[in-house]
Nanobody, 123 residues
């Protein structure tokens, strides 16, 4: 059993920055391949944002966030981060972290999910 807890969301203005955190508890993350961030805006499907290979640190990003978002990790703390810069109104939504055995962008490939943290961006 893995328990993921996201934090760091909030209300910001366009152009501002936020850093989201995802802390894993209950099981060491090292047994999994990757941790990912996904988001879901109201009335839309959940979409891939970024992921990171837990061992190698290899990262991948959705085209819409490349150059503005940075995913990172702290292995000893079983925590991943999503630094979000130059936020846009279209970045708003509920952000979820997920843990999986494969390094994929498909949400269905991830085993464990957090409850999410809300990000609101005003224009």
């Amino acid at each position: 059993q893995v328990h993921l807890v996201e934090s760091g969301g909030g209300l910001v203005q366009a152009g501002d920055s936020l850093t989201l955190s995802c802390a894993a508890a209950g099981h060491t993350v090292s047994g999994y391949q990757a941790m990912g961030w996904f988001r879901q805006a109201s009335g839309k499907e959940r979409e891939f944002v970024a992921n990171i290979k837990w061992a190698a640190g290899t990262t991948a990003y959705a085209d819409s966030v490349k150059g503005r978002f940075t995913i990172s990790k702290d292995n000893p703390k079983n925590t991943a981060f999503l630094q979000m810069d130059d936020l846009k109104p279209e970045d708003a939504g509920r952000y979820y972290c997920a843990l999986g055995f494969t390094w994929k962008v498909d949400a269905g490939e991830y085993e464990w999910w957090g409850q999410g943290t809300q990000v609101t961006v005003s224009s």
